[in-house]
């Protein structure tokens, strides 16, 4: 019913650019914090920004000023445009949102599927 599509991870250099998206599809009836995470290998997922209904964001330290979150909520759509990428920003990373379904009370949080992002040095 409801689902999150990430998108736009590959392949590139230290230094360069990528901007992963992540669209919530379904029925619905808010999309309140949104995020994303990551997760190299052997390591433990972690929160990379979120970013509020109403625009406001946070970052983990090792992003800051690299990458920037962004939302677009009449396409129910996530961003996080990286720049600079660094080797140690390979991982998987993953979307998150915290979503109230038509009927229900309350809010419930979804993943992603993740998107897999290289950076070679």
């Known amino acids: 019913q409801v689902q999150l599509q990430a998108s736009g991870g590959g392949l590139v250099q230290a230094g360069g650019s990528l901007r992963l998206s992540c669209a919530a599809s379904?029925?619905?009836?808010?999309?309140?914090?949104m995020g994303w995470y990551r997760q190299a290998p052997g390591e433990e997922r972690e929160l990379v920004a979120t970013?509020?209904?109403?625009?406001?964001?946070n970052y983990v330290e090792s992003v800051k000023g690299r990458f920037t979150i962004s939302r677009d909520n009449a396409k129910n759509t996530v961003y996080l445009q990286m720049d600079s990428l660094k080797a140690e920003d390979t991982a998987v990373y993953y979307c998150?949102?915290?979503?109230?379904?038509?009927?229900?009370?309350?809010?419930?949080?979804?993943w992603g599927q993740g998107t897999e992002v290289t950076v070679s040095s």
């Open positions: 998150k949102a915290k979503i109230g379904r038509m009927g229900f009370v309350g809010t419930s949080n979804y």
């Open positions: 379904g029925t619905f009836r808010s999309i309140n914090d």
């Open positions: 970013i509020s209904s109403g625009g406001r964001s």
